[in-house]
């Protein structure tokens, strides 16, 4: 093949291409405006819902590791308006209605950032605090203190005595919630109400040696509070594990979750879950580009939006009236444009999309059911095999086609035409995904 007139039909291909953007949007102008402004939108939305994270913390609403909550933010997504705060410099936007949730913080927060959520409980806010004596930076602001020493029960516990059975009573609701080296609130000159207590049984062993000696305290203590601060509330407590995937199955956990964010939230506002002080934590791409546009001046700012749009509207302008020429040596040609335009078309298909986000969410639950050392190469065929065996209501063959097609729409071997067949795709993918039960998973313990 001649080199130049290769390339000579890939420009053709472009001119083809932006001749007919031009025309249209030349003849159809304020329809153009609105497709544009469309696309903008939705790139900034894209943006927002970008995986903030090229690997989750451990303690992340985004781990399925034992140490990470992604269980529990299942749950409070279910019932709740949901939303992840990255970057602390947007918490100012917070409408004071809403209820923070703040689990295990892992840096420090500033008296600047403490005296922030401070204000925002005071005007309204619910804010839910999980941290123990060893995180206890953004309890202290408040004035609480956590008693430094280990809880042990000798009665009531899981694995070990270290690992206490506390009872709750929220929202006239009762239960019991296992805890993993829980911290005691002092609750010295503090007006609040306790909502998870130890047993009679249990101790503060002072000096850890997990017996019972003539300076450790025995008694009722309390791992959890609900304070009225100002206009908002407060709950505090004292063991970011309980809500992890480690132990959040375990005894009432789950419900004890589900009560506590019922109870701080009861207007059905905003629950945020507070990601900003996680080690490793990367930022959003919308907060990244917020940040940029922050640092520029007006000028800098809209000069270049300005020049962008004069040097498009006299390009569509000239393109648009300008006659076409005749292909010329290029005609033959004609077939090759024609089908690379195709493809560049079938690849960009917005049906496609829609299915493979989905099919992509379906694959990633369906592989919490493969054994960790069969998940590398396995065949869709094994997969729905394998999954068959845990939920018995899926079809394996029907699990496998649906496999088989959705992976070769994602490679481009198969075209969506209309917006029906994607939503029958759709509707079949998330039938799957109700049928799994993917908030029911339980993952496994260390």
Sequence with gaps: MNIGL?????????????????????????????????????????????????????????????????????????????????????????????????????????????????????????????????????????????????????????KREDFPVASFNLSWQSGFVATKFPSAINRTSILADAILETSADSWIDSNGNMAIDDNDTGGIFALGLKMKIGNGTLMLIGDPNAVSNDLIWMEDNSAFAEYLLEDANKGNAMIIFDESHKQGALESMTDASLKSLKSLSMPQTLMPIVISLIIIAGALWFFARREKKPAGKNRRYQSLVQDISSQILVRNEPYAWMVIIIYQRLRSILMRHVDPFEREGITNAKLAAWVAKDVPSLDSAFLEKLLNRCEEIENGKHVLNSFDESQVLCNNLMVCIKELGAEKWKPKTR
């Design 6 to 158: 290769f390339f000579d039909s890939i420009l053709e291909l472009f001119r083809r291409s932006f001749r007919s953007i031009a025309g249209f949007a030349a003849n159809h102008a304020f329809i153009s405006i609105l497709i544009l402004v469309s696309i903008l939108s939705l790139v900034f939305l894209l943006a927002s819902a970008v995986q903030p994270y090229s690997n989750a913390p451990e303690t992340s609403a985004f781990s399925d590791e034992y140490r990470g909550y992604s269980y529990f933010y299942s749950l409070a997504s279910k019932s709740h308006p949901m939303r992840v705060m990255y970057d602390f410099s947007s918490f100012n936007s917070l409408d004071k209605k809403s209820t923070l949730v703040i689990i295990g913080a892992q840096k420090p927060y500033s008296n600047s950032e403490a005296n922030q959520i401070k204000s925002f409980v005071r005007n309204g806010g619910s804010l839910i605090l999980f941290e123990n004596a060893q995180e206890g930076s953004l309890a202290k602001s408040f004035g609480i203190n956590f008693i430094n020493a280990t809880v042990i029960d000798k009665i009531r516990f899981i």
